[in-house]
């Protein structure tokens, strides 16, 4: 069975896949929309992609692949995984040496103290992961320090400076698996395990009073929680957004179902991304 992740081999979300123990081939894409795009046609039987972190909130490259650019792909599990950075270099640089430091955009946001005091007005350079941070890291001839797992630096030969160096040492980052369109759930949660539900919905009743409020209460008219809800530009017109939410509750049971029709009686788009088991987070707690 191959497997697809966000690579190289050494990121965050490679962690993820090997901790959810499927036995298979990991095949690692440059972006997560290459990984998704992968999954929906079938090259990969799924494909791992980073969803949300717990201090920086949700990752937009997933968020927008999933609701503007590939339908076919539906969400048919979850992972959540604690995130711990290190500050890695080549061999022989030094701390006072470093002159930008390279990582994933939320690995660099989740380290900002860190970087304050030890590494004041050192050039941030965006990486597509922090694994290709510490790639880069590793062969540059220049002094630039990566931030990224232990994993990664002793893959890519680089000495670690630091450990621990993320701001908020519960750091957790949650995790989808998503596969073609009528794949059965996956991932570490199993079906005896709570379903939630992701759909995403808009339409051009958004800039009326209230809009927002009566697509939600049609959830919480049916006792169905929300556990998230993010807006993401609709890539139109300035001013209009697309919602996603995560609620609690299988897509085919009875109020479930309800509710997503009546949504679609306001919004122009209502369209489900999957129905999947909750993934029990670490020491058991609960994501959500």
Not at 26 to 44: H, N
Not at 228 to 250: C, N, T, V
Request: aromatic share 6%.
């Amino acid at each position: 069975m191959r497997l697809g992740y966000l690579g190289p081999a050494g990121t965050f979300t490679h962690a993820a896949l090997l901790a959810a123990g499927h036995p298979g081939e990991a095949i690692p894409f440059s972006t997560e929309r290459e990984a998704i795009l992968a999954a929906a046609r079938g090259d990969v039987a799924a494909a791992i992609v980073p969803i949300e972190n717990s201090i920086e909130g949700g990752v937009n490259a997933t968020l927008d692949a999933l609701a503007l650019e590939v339908e076919d792909a539906e969400i048919v599990g979850e992972e959540v995984l604690p995130v711990s950075h290190a500050l890695a270099v080549r061999p022989s640089l030094a701390l006072a040496a470093i002159e930008a430091i390279t990582s994933h955009p939320q690995a660099l946001a989740q380290c900002r103290r860190f970087i304050a005091e030890h590494l004041p007005g050192r050039r941030l350079i965006a990486a597509t992961s922090t694994a290709e941070a510490v790639r880069t890291a590793a062969t540059s001839q220049d002094g630039v320090a990566a931030i990224g797992t232990t994993t990664a630096a002793s893959l890519y030969s680089c000495e670690v400076l630091a450990e621990g160096i993320e701001d908020e040492h519960d750091n957790q980052t949650r995790f989808l698996w998503v596969a073609a369109r009528g794949t059965a759930p996956f991932g570490a949660a199993d079906a005896a395990r709570p379903a939630k539900t992701s759909i995403v919905f808009h339409g051009a009743g958004d800039a009326s009073p209230g809009w927002l409020v009566r697509c939600l209460d049609e959830f919480a008219a049916r006792e169905i929680n929300l556990t998230r809800i993010e807006s993401r530009p609709l890539k139109r017109q300035l001013g209009h957004y697309l919602f996603l939410a995560d609620l609690q509750g299988d897509a085919r049971a009875a109020n479930v179902a309800e509710a997503i029709e009546r949504v679609r009686t306001h919004a122009e788009v209502v369209r489900v991304l999957g129905s999947y088991p909750t993934a029990a987070g670490p020491d058991g707690f609960e994501p959500g």
